[in-house]
């Protein structure tokens, strides 16, 4: 199986109207199908709504290099895919599958020790069927 590395971005609202940015990763069928990645990660990343409710530029560039630092400790051997990012209203949320949460925790720890205290909550979930992912994608802009 060959991860690749091609996205989707749409935008939606959360219950209460405000904007909520997606992004979702394409070409996981084979990853869904395999029946390997049975446990979802969602990692919750909260931060002061800034400019349209998204995080300031210095709070998006840490993002971005924590999840960077992440993507490559758990997509290595492909322990874990991130599937999903959501961001918006004061978080952020990063989606794994992953095939043991317990490593996933081992290789987040390993990965985030040289950054400060990241302001995040993490919770983890059998998802055998990738019901969030299914759901998620049903938002992919037509055509992409």
Do not use: H
């Amino acid at each position: 199986m060959v991860l690749k590395d091609e996205w989707f971005s749409t935008m939606a609202e959360t219950e209460d109207g405000q904007p909520m940015f997606i992004s979702g990763r394409d070409c996981l069928d084979e990853f869904r199908l395999s029946g390997k990645l049975k446990e979802r990660v969602e990692i919750y990343w909260s931060y002061k709504p800034a400019f349209k409710n998204l995080p300031t530029d210095s709070e998006g560039e840490l993002m971005e290099e924590a999840t960077l630092a992440l993507r490559k400790a758990v997509e290595k051997d492909k322990l874990a895919i991130l599937t999903g990012i959501y961001t918006g209203n004061g978080e952020r949320t990063l989606v794994f599958y992953c095939r043991k949460s317990s490593v996933f925790g081992e290789r987040l720890n390993e990965a985030w020790k040289d950054f400060p205290q990241l302001p995040v909550t993490i919770y983890v979930e059998n998802d055998p069927e990738w019901a969030e992912y299914m759901e998620m994608y049903e938002v992919k802009p037509y055509g992409e």
